[in-house]
Each structure stands twice: as structure tokens, then as C-alpha cells.
């Protein structure tokens, strides 16, 4: 069985401060793990994955993920917040090899404030 | 939201009535899929196929129905058979390493019952 869990439905952050939104996931053997953003009324877009390989991934606009095996964690990190970046962020899994589809987490509500 | 055209982007359906959601992309991508949204549930899966004329059941496919007779399209029906259809509909696709391979997302259409 795969799952994911974003435990805060909202995070607050002062614009120019460094912003995480956490995630945590539960899967059998290796997981691929995704970072998606959504904007009101809008489709989700692609922030970045981990599949292998380097544990710090970077994707767009200034987000970076850091994947943690051992607290089984995929935390999304931006060093500097803007308000532009205030949206509704998923996370999402799939356990490598499995036939069973992509599980996502319930959502964070980020709000940056001016 | 590039690639990926879903339209009606707003659909008011009477009870009773079975609508049709159409999903068209032309980013080539063998897989297709397509998640209702409810606030505060993140995404769920309705239904994916990875080739055309091929498609599987995902978490909550009881009322709706699919069909893949073209690569780039993959229509959703939703059934008078689902009890509670108003949410937001989101069809996504992705390249035929499907485990690995990044989902890209339409736009979406709010299905609202009256």
C-alpha cells in the first residue's frame, strides 16, 4: 500500500522569509515523489520529482524538495517567499515497480503575507 | 496548463442527466487520466488508460465511464448513476514510462448539479 500525508492544511509565512510545507509518505520498497501546485480554479502544475539520485531536488520557480528516507519525508523548501507563490500545494507518491497509480495528499493552502 | 484542453470549463447538469467532459492532448503521451477534486480531499482517481482502446478502473469509478479510441482523447461520462457528482474535474497525461513520468494537468471543468 502506498499513501501520503501533508499535515498542515495551511502554512502562513511573512513575504521574504523561507517557506516549508511538509510532507510524509508511506510506501513498500523505493518511492518516486512529486511536488504539484495549484492555482484557484486551475489545473495542478509541475514543481519538480525525485526519482533517484541526489536527495536535494530543485525545481521551478525557486522550490526545491529535500527527499529523506530515513523520516520517510519529501519537504518542499524555497529559501525566500513571495506572495506570488500563495496557491494550494500537493504532494504526491507512486512505490517504484508497483502497478498502482499515483496517491496524493490532501493539500496545503500556502498564504504569504506582505 | 499547455498540451491539455478540457472543456466545458463550467458544466451545470440537471439530476438525472448523463454529461460528458472531453479531455484532448496533443503532447503525444500514451497515458491519460482523469481525478475528481473535492476540497479538502486532494485528488482522486476516476479512471487511467496507458494505451488507446485500453482502460482500468481507478479508486472511485462507480458512475462514470470512459472510452480511448483516439491517443489524444480520452472523454469522461458522468453517469446519472453517481450519487454526488458536483466537484472539479481534472484530466491529466503523461509520457509512456508512466511510473516515472511526470502527469500533466488540463486546466479542469467544474461539474456543478442542480
Known amino acids: 500500500a502506498q499513501s501520503v500525508a501533508q499535515p498542515e492544511d495551511q502554512v502562513n509565512v511573512a513575504e521574504g522569509n523561507p517557506l516549508t510545507v511538509k510532507c510524509t509518505y508511506s510506501?513498500?520498497?523505493?518511492?518516486?515523489l512529486f511536488w504539484y501546485v495549484q492555482y484557484p480554479n486551475r489545473g495542478l502544475q509541475f514543481l519538480l520529482k525525485?526519482?533517484?539520485?541526489?536527495?536535494l531536488v530543485k525545481g521551478s520557480y525557486g522550490f526545491e524538495a529535500e527527499f529523506n528516507k530515513s523520516q520517510t519525508s519529501f519537504h518542499l523548501k524555497k529559501p525566500s517567499a513571495l506572495v506570488s507563490d500563495s496557491a494550494l500545494y500537493f504532494c504526491a507518491v507512486r512505490e517504484a515497480g508497483s502497478a498502482r497509480q499515483l496517491t496524493f495528499g490532501s493539500g496545503t493552502q500556502l498564504t504569504v503575507l506582505p | 496548463d499547455g498540451g491539455i484542453t478540457q472543456s466545458p470549463k463550467y458544466l451545470f447538469r440537471k439530476e438525472g442527466q448523463n454529461v460528458t467532459l472531453s479531455c484532448e492532448q496533443n503532447?503525444?503521451?500514451?497515458?491519460m487520466y482523469w481525478y475528481r477534486q473535492d476540497p479538502g480531499q486532494g485528488l482522486r482517481l476516476i479512471y487511467y488508460s496507458q494505451i488507446v482502446n485500453d482502460f482500468q478502473k481507478g479508486d472511485i469509478a462507480e458512475g462514470y465511464s470512459v472510452s480511448r479510441e483516439k491517443k489524444e482523447s480520452f472523454p469522461l461520462t458522468v453517469t446519472s448513476a453517481q450519487k454526488n457528482p458536483t466537484a472539479f474535474y481534472l484530466c491529466a497525461s503523461s509520457t509512456e514510462d508512466s511510473r516515472q513520468g511526470t502527469q500533466y494537468f488540463g486546466p479542469g471543468t467544474r461539474l456543478t448539479v442542480l
Open positions: 510506501v513498500s520498497g523505493n518511492p518516486y
Open positions: 525525485y526519482i533517484t539520485g541526489d536527495n
Open positions: 503532447l503525444n503521451h500514451d497515458a
